[in-house]
């Protein structure tokens, strides 16, 4: 399980304010935490309401690799932040995200291979989030062909069906469950399939649980990455589990232990 | 998800002592809370090692149904037993359980017809437990075919394709999801899906995340029943969360309380 850890984001309180007053060590303590908890890789968004995106991207970029030469997520939806940044990543970089409209996605997935990293691309078109699972393997199909043309190898690109949370939507957990078996059962090789964990349990109760239970639901299907929190110990210990009975590794009563040193 | 109480199994050592020394209150006590904790049915086992098996049956069948209506699973692998017990319980009767050899299943199906009863159907013949899910799913077929011809409706017919301890071998977890999800998609209307879950950690360690997670995946794949125990707790939580995210009911804040309290 490709693990890319959430928690570099202005959207939490924490982290808003590091940005604002340049705290590196609060930004740095969560990418060491996180990395000590089972994330492979590490998300970083800047948050809403930041004048300066670009400048603020580059201070947490540079923040965590003095002590992480983790992969960085670079998470924006905008353009010109995307392309000022990713040649300024040291190490491997990954573009978070592209949607699925083939001219868009070019650029991104022409970007990534530039670089040598990887792309996140959206199930999502200038209509919108799909509204079943048809369209979500089709933008999916898509955005292979795009990123394939565009000279990404397919395991650099990472397909999210795009999840609503459950509380909005009954029906989307079931079209991308569905979405993520198509998609890897007719790509050969496959991409790698990934959700933003989280968005399924969005202002629910009992957000642990729901995460957890979805994460191996998806893994069942062929889910092999999330961005989610590595911080939050049993959803860790669920996506061991959901890999253990996938038959990803050979049980130990020590599993849950071995697992996360293999990744050291 | 149907679950069936498997609390009731002369494999535990209280339940053992109280068939011994008929302590009636030790299993309708058991019965009482397994039905008030999210079981919808009760399995009823003598354990091995029991003198008169057909006579300890009779007992506990009626020791229960003085206290509570639900469907019972008579759990012997001792055809005389069945077909001596099977008559004598008011009530909805579960066979538990067939093989699938055709000349067995046959006697079995014609038993639970003729009783208005259900069948566990498990995918082991003469060959024993198959190595890998395609020849489980011939036998669930094999299963379902002989059923029908006994004139057993298939909404009455629970296949098994029989998971083995992830300790023992690690295929088998994933062999089972495969199968479930191509029994599933083959047969129109489908049987249901059972498996007797706990057998997954058996002589594990981290027994309770090993069966949860593993239900929770087997629910993504179709299986709508399982043999478990509904006293945990966390693992009722799972297998009410997996259904809510398979889009089985609406999302309420409450909903892990309205699930418990529908099936009053």
Redesign the interface.
Known sequence: MYVIGERINGMFADVKQAIREKKADVIQELARRQMAAGAWALDVNVGPAVADGKGAMLWLVETIRAVSDAPLAIDTAKWEVMAAVVPQVPGHVILNSSKADPEIAAKYAGLAAEHNGSLIGLTIDAAGVPGNSEKRVELGAQLIATAMEAGLPTDRLFIDPIILP??VS??T??DC?EAIAQIRAFSDPPPHLLLGLSN?SQR???RG??NR??L??????GLDSAIMDPLDTELI??AI??E????K???C????EAARSSKQ
């Open positions: 459950v509380n009954s029906k957990p079931v469950l399924v629910c109760s009992n649980l729901i239970t979805y191996s639901m998806c893994i069942a299907k210990n669920s589990t959901a253990l009975l996938t038959g590794m050979i049980y009563d020590s599993y849950l």
